[in-house]
């Protein structure tokens, strides 16, 4: 229910801009983007047990960074895409509550991510602009995440993971306030939505001991809610330039 409120809020701001997008311009950005570990948006805490075996994994502060190419189409339409790389971080939890034993760990999913958006601006002062924006994202994974955790002797904890594409897509959506300098560039600030459009990774997590092991399996969708921040150098329009 909460996804399908703020994307109609999406949509909404975005049939409400006006002629404030920067026609013929095409300029350069850079971006930081934390991932916030929250329980309303995204991939918070998933549980995996199975038998006399409780386990989870849990999102933490990730990470996601690069540069952002946007190009305004007309006065109230730009376009923007690039190229970031992401850490989506997550806490690994186990215990054997009949044997006492407990472990915690961490892993990192890793992916190169090409946003694909477009973005409709609402001017609310000479500097001041909030924009939404719409699109999808390309999403390309690295390798397989593996995790060993000895506990004593042979008995031991494992996680191991194994996308279900290298190359997936996602539904991307944002908005955000941005400060425009003629001298110093553009200040951004907002927060996006990142919604895969299929679980992205099979996690398995293991109980092994000498008598055997125990096994529980499921799919994690990865989504997750950022804070952006950009910055964006000031060019001229193109009309200007000639």
Not at 74 to 94: A, C, D, V
Not at 192 to 206: D, E, G, K, Q, R
Request: with cysteine.
């Amino acid at each position: 229910m909460m996804q399908r409120t703020l994307l109609i809020v999406f949509f909404l701001l975005g049939f409400l801009g006006t002629t404030c997008a920067q026609k013929g311009v095409t300029t350069f950005g850079l971006q930081y983007k934390p991932i916030i570990p929250n329980r309303f948006i995204g991939t918070y805490q998933q549980d995996f047990n199975e038998a006399q075996l409780q386990s989870s994994i849990q999102q933490k502060l990730g990470h996601s960074f690069g540069g952002v190419i946007r190009h305004g189409f007309t006065k109230n339409l730009s376009f923007e895409t690039g190229l970031n790389i992401t850490y989506r971080n997550f806490g690994l939890n186990f215990s054997v509550p009949d044997s006492g034993y407990a472990k915690t760990s961490s892993v990192s999913v890793v992916s190169y991510e090409v946003p694909l958006s477009c973005l409709v601006y609402i001017q609310l002062s000479d500097k001041w602009f909030i924009n939404t924006s719409l699109g999808s994202a390309l999403t390309i994974f690295t390798s397989d995440v593996y995790k060993p955790i000895p506990i004593v002797g042979k008995e031991s904890f494992r996680m191991e993971g194994a996308y279900q594409n290298k190359i997936q897509g996602a539904l991307l959506a944002n908005v955000g306030f941005e400060f425009r300098s003629r001298k110093s560039g553009y200040y951004y600030i907002g927060t996006s939505y990142h919604l895969p459009f299929a679980p992205i990774i099979t996690m398995a997590m293991s109980y092994e001991y000498d008598g055997g092991d125990v096994v529980s399996i499921s799919n994690v969708r990865g989504s997750y809610l950022t804070l952006d921040f950009r910055y964006f150098f000031h060019e001229r329009p193109e009309a200007d330039n000639q």
